[in-house]
C-alpha cells in the first residue's frame, strides 16, 4: 500500500476513535458527534478494503496495469473521504467568513472522481475510453444523488446537519449540490474525452 492512503487510514481511524470515546460535551460545537466518530472508521475500512476487491493474482494477464488500477482507486477513495473529513473537521464552517468549502468540494471532488475513475475502469477491465468515461459519468452522478439521499435521512433521523453549509446556516443546499456535482463530472468527462484533440500524436 503507498504512504497517502496508508496515513490516511491510520489518521482516520485514531480519529474517528477519539471521536467516538470522549465526551460529545468535549467536542467543538459542529461536530456531528458520534456520526463523524463512525464516518471516519467506515472511511478508513473503504479506502483499505474496496481497491482489493478489483486485484487480480499477480500472474493474471496484464495484472500490472489491472493492479495500478486498484491503486488509482484507493488515491480516489482518500482524496474523496479526506476532504469530506476535513469539511467535517471544521472546513465547512468557512462559509462564515465567504468561503463555501461545500461548494467548492461538490465540483472539484466529482471532477477528479470522473478523471481517475475513468482510467480505472479502462485499465481493469479493458473498457474503451469513451464507454469507460460515459460510465465513470454516471457512476459519480449517482453518488451524488445517494449521498445527497443519505443527507436528507441523516439530518431527520440521527440529527445531522449535512444538508446546509454548516452549523447555524439553514439554508437546504441539496438542488445546488447536485447541479455542482453535474458540473464537475462534465467538466471531468469533458477532460478525458477532449484531451487526444490536444496531444500530439
Known amino acids: 500500500m503507498k504512504r497517502l492512503p496508508l496515513i490516511s487510514i491510520f489518521t482516520l481511524l485514531v480519529a474517528g476513535l477519539i471521536i467516538n470515546l470522549v465526551p460529545i460535551t468535549w467536542l467543538p460545537s459542529f461536530f456531528d458527534g458520534r456520526y463523524l466518530g463512525w464516518s471516519m472508521i467506515i472511511g478508513a475500512l473503504t479506502i483499505y478494503i474496496l481497491p482489493t476487491l478489483i486485484k487480480v ?6 495484472a500490472t496495469k ?8 484507493q488515491y480516489l477513495l482518500t482524496i474523496d473521504i479526506i476532504a469530506n473529513a476535513l469539511g467535517s473537521l471544521g472546513l465547512y464552517e468557512l462559509y462564515q467568513i ?19 475513475l475513468s482510467i480505472v475502469i479502462t485499465w481493469r477491465w479493458q473498457v474503451r475510453t469513451t464507454r469507460a468515461t460515459i ?55 469533458a477532460i478525458i474525452l477532449l ?4 496531444v500530439k500524436k
Open 66 to 73: 489491472k493492479n495500478r488500477a486498484a491503486e488509482i482507486l
Open 135 to 189: 460510465i465513470a459519468f454516471c457512476l459519480v452522478i449517482i453518488c451524488g444523488i445517494l449521498w445527497e439521499v443519505f443527507e436528507y435521512y441523516s439530518d431527520n433521523i440521527w440529527g445531522t446537519h449535512l444538508a446546509v453549509l454548516g452549523i447555524g446556516n439553514t439554508e437546504n443546499t441539496t438542488v445546488i449540490n447536485l447541479i455542482q456535482d453535474t458540473i464537475g463530472a462534465i467538466i471531468g468527462a
Open 98 to 116: 465567504g468561503i463555501p468549502y461545500s461548494y467548492i468540494l461538490h465540483v472539484a471532488v466529482p471532477l477528479i472522481s470522473t478523471l481517475l
Open 195 to 198: 484531451r487526444p484533440r490536444f
Open 57 to 62: 493474482p499477480v500472474n493474471s494477464p496484464d
